[in-house]
């Protein structure tokens, strides 16, 4: 299958940010590792589940520091759920340095609708055959970049090789946070001195100062 260029981006063709206002459902989970709860703006992990708009907006703001890749399918049809697995499978062998948004149409079903007018926007442009359903978008600092539908694995690690290769040619390289790694770790990952070097000193002079008030005089 020959495949659209992936920076072929529309420029603000639809504005998916708006997304953002509509409230979650009271008690519905939001955006984390699969089957997981937490807050709505929650980005922590290789693929997450986006069950809420306030989610998808989270993710959509994080493509400014790493490339994010979010996917269609409905839990009521399963078949659907296999390209997104294909792409799951190829984020993670890229250790943190993209990350896929698994949305079920099903509980969110904006998003679909602003994947629709995406498609009928790129079908005018001519960047996909007219007709496609666009069920899966890259995003690279905010901006939509439909993607063809996946045949298979091979397909879905082509694309995330590919758009890691335009994320890196316009300076997108970061990592996405590890919510199973201590603070220290993350520390490093973001390249900022974790909090224990950082007191290494100042609590070297308190510890030394607090020997000497209690060592009893001879």
């Given at each position: 299958?020959?495949?659209?260029?992936?920076?072929?981006?529309?420029?603000?063709?639809?504005?998916?940010?708006?997304?953002?206002?509509?409230?979650?459902?009271?008690?519905?989970?939001?955006?984390?590792?699969?089957?997981?709860?937490?807050g709505?703006?929650?980005?922590?992990?290789?693929?997450?589940?986006?069950?809420?708009?306030?989610?998808?907006?989270?993710?959509?703001?994080?493509?400014?520091?790493?490339?994010?890749?979010?996917?269609?399918?409905?839990?009521?049809?399963?078949?659907?759920?296999?390209?997104v697995?294909?792409?799951?499978?190829?984020?993670?062998?890229?250790?943190?340095?993209?990350?896929?948004?698994?949305?079920?149409?099903?509980?969110?079903?904006?998003?679909?609708q602003?994947?629709?007018?995406?498609?009928?926007?790129v079908?005018?442009?001519?960047?996909?055959?007219?007709?496609?359903?666009?069920?899966?978008?890259?995003?690279?600092?905010?901006?939509?970049?439909?993607?063809?539908?996946?045949?298979?694995?091979?397909?879905?690690?082509?694309?995330?090789?590919e758009?890691?290769?335009v994320?890196?040619?316009?300076?997108?390289?970061?990592?996405?946070?590890?919510?199973?790694a201590?603070?220290?770790?993350?520390?490093?990952?973001?390249?900022?001195?974790?909090?224990?070097?950082?007191?290494r000193?100042?609590?070297?002079?308190r510890?030394?100062?607090?020997?000497?008030?209690t060592?009893?005089a001879?």
């Amino acid at each position: 299958m020959t495949q659209q260029p992936l920076n072929a981006a529309l420029r603000g063709a639809v504005d998916l940010s708006g997304l953002a206002n509509k409230r979650p459902d009271a008690g519905g989970a939001a955006a984390g590792a699969p089957g997981a709860g937490g807050g709505g703006g929650s980005t922590g992990g290789m693929v997450v589940e986006v069950a809420d708009a306030q989610a998808f907006s989270s993710l959509v703001s994080a493509s400014v520091r790493y490339p994010v890749i979010i996917a269609l399918y409905s839990a009521s049809q399963p078949g659907t759920r296999t390209p997104v697995d294909e792409l799951a499978t190829a984020v993670r062998a890229q250790g943190g340095k993209i990350q896929l948004g698994a949305v079920d149409i099903d509980r969110v079903p904006e998003v679909a609708q602003a994947f629709a007018q995406l498609g009928q926007q790129v079908a005018q442009q001519g960047q996909l055959p007219p007709g496609t359903q666009v069920t899966t978008v890259a995003f690279l600092q905010g901006q939509p970049m439909p993607l063809p539908p996946l045949p298979d694995a091979e397909a879905a690690t082509q694309l995330v090789d590919e758009l890691l290769k335009v994320a890196v040619a316009n300076g997108i390289a970061g990592r996405v946070p590890d919510p199973g790694a201590d603070e220290g770790a993350q520390d490093d990952a973001e390249g900022r001195a974790p909090k224990r070097r950082r007191c290494r000193r100042s609590c070297s002079r308190r510890t030394t100062r607090s020997r000497r008030a209690t060592t009893p005089a001879p």
